[in-house]
C-alpha cells in the first residue's frame, strides 16, 4: 500500500472535519531537525492538521527542534520520550536499538508514540509506542499513516495503546485543536456537537 493508499483509507475511516490548522514550511521545519520527515506524516498534517481522534489520541503540533512550549507538542514530548527511552522496560525486538525518538503523539492513556528516526530514508522509520500501561516499548514496522489506520481498524495481533477506545473502531472523528476550541467558544461541546452551558469554562 503506497502512502496515498494509506492516506485514502485513513480518510475513508476518518474523514477530516475542517480544514489543516497547521501551515508548515516541511524544508524549513526538516532543517530545524536535521533530516527530512515522512510523507505520509507531512500530508496529514496538510490535510488533517494537528489536534485530537476521538478526545483520546492527540496528534502533536509539528514544532521545530528545540522550541519551548508550554504545551506538550512535539519538541516536549520528543524530550520526555528520550528520557523514557533510558530506564523503561523494551520488548525483545528493541533489546539493543539505539534509536532516535522523535515524538509525533501522544494519549489520555500516558503513552508516547514516535518514530526511530535513525535510518536515513525517513519512509522507512518504525512507529515506537511507550505503552505506559505495560511499562514496556514497543517497535511497530509501519508508518504514522498506517499505524493509525491499523489501530482503527483492529490491524495489530493486539492494541499498541493503553486503552480500547479507538482499537477497531472503523469510524473516528478528528477535529484539529483550532476547530474544537471554536466550537467550545460557540458554546458546543466538539464531540457531540450539542449545545452545551458550560462549554469553554473549563478550556477544551
Do not use: H
Not at 520520550?81 to 523503561?88: G, K, L
Not at 503513552?111 to 509506542?129: I, K, N, Q, T, Y
Amino acid at each position: 500500500m503506497t502512502g496515498e493508499d494509506e492516506l485514502e483509507a485513513l480518510r475513508q475511516t476518518m474523514p477530516p472535519t475542517a480544514p489543516s490548522n497547521a501551515s508548515v514550511d516541511w524544508d524549513q521545519f526538516g532543517r530545524s531537525w536535521g533530516k527530512e520527515f515522512p510523507s505520509d506524516y507531512c500530508r496529514f498534517i496538510d490535510v488533517y492538521g494537528y489536534g485530537s481522534i476521538e478526545r483520546y489520541l492527540a496528534v502533536l503540533k509539528p514544532e521545530p527542534e528545540g522550541t519551548v512550549t508550554e504545551n506538550s507538542d512535539m519538541a516536549n514530548e520528543t524530550e520526555v520520550a528520550r528520557e523514557a527511552w533510558s530506564w523503561v522496560r523494551k520488548a525483545p525486538e528493541l533489546a539493543e536499538a539505539r534509536p532516535e525518538l522523535i515524538a509525533w503523539g501522544g494519549d489520555a492513556s500516558a503513552d508516547l508514540l514516535c518514530w526511530d528516526a535513525s535510518d536515513e530514508d525517513p519512509g522507512r522509520w518504525p512507529v515506537l509506542v511507550y505503552n505506559r500501561d505495560d511499562g514496556l516499548w514497543r517497535r511497530y514496522d509501519c508508518g504514522m499513516v498506517q499505524f493509525l489506520v491499523r489501530v482503527l481498524r483492529g490491524g495489530f495481533d493486539e492494541c499498541p495503546l493503553g486503552d480500547l477506545s479507538l482499537w477497531g473502531r472503523e469510524s473516528a472523528v478528528f477535529l484539529n485543536r483550532d476547530e474544537e476550541e471554536r466550537m467550545w467558544e460557540a458554546g458546543l461541546d466538539p464531540w457531540t456537537g450539542e449545545p452545551d452551558p458550560y462549554a469553554g469554562m473549563f478550556g477544551p
